[in-house]
């Protein structure tokens, strides 16, 4: 099967790609565009390692496939941080919630789309698809809720 021409923006910046049909949005952007902040886990959309905003939705660039990106805005964590740390980046250093980072990337993204003044019981429900082996997701909740008290 033939490559597919899709355009897409990634981060802000557009871009004409010929890619092949079979390939997801997570092979897309980190193969084509050099973006590894997606990561690649478990490939059957169970970890959340590459959740990545698309229209301002958190999706799983391992189900999505690249033909699929065409004529969307997508967002990875390299794309927020053109000046500096985001706050809710910033609480989750503060609030030390990560350890090996692998997850942190697809978790950071998934919390963007959080409501404001998210109780407790919101925050892991809409973290619930993003998995983490290291900080048993206390210090992740903790970082979220702090950006939802400021909102």
């Known amino acids: 099967m033939q490559a597919v021409s899709i355009t897409v923006s990634v981060n802000r910046h ?3 790609l ?25 490939e059957i959309g169970e970890c959340g390692a590459c959740t990545v905003l698309v ?4 999706l799983l660039g391992c189900l999505l496939l690249a033909p699929e990106m065409d004529g969307h805005h997508i ?9 500096g740390l985001t706050p809710l980046q910033q609480a989750f250093l503060d609030e030390a919630a990560f350890q090996c980072g692998f997850c942190t990337p697809g978790m950071i993204l998934a919390a963007m789309a959080i409501p404001a003044n998210a109780d407790e019981r919101a925050i892991r429900e809409a973290l619930a698809g993003n998995l ?3 900080t048993g997701y206390a210090s992740i ?7 939802s008290r400021s909102a």
């Open 18 to 42: 010929s890619v092949p049909p079979w390939w997801t949005a997570a092979e897309v952007l980190r193969n084509m565009l050099a973006l590894p902040g997606t990561k690649i886990g478990c």
């Open 55 to 58: 229209d301002g939705e958190p």
């Open 132 to 134: 983490c082996r290291c």
């Open 14 to 16: 557009e871009y004409r």
């Open 141 to 147: 909740v903790r970082a979220v809720q702090a950006i």
């Open 75 to 83: 967002l990875t964590i390299e794309g927020l941080a053109e000046s």
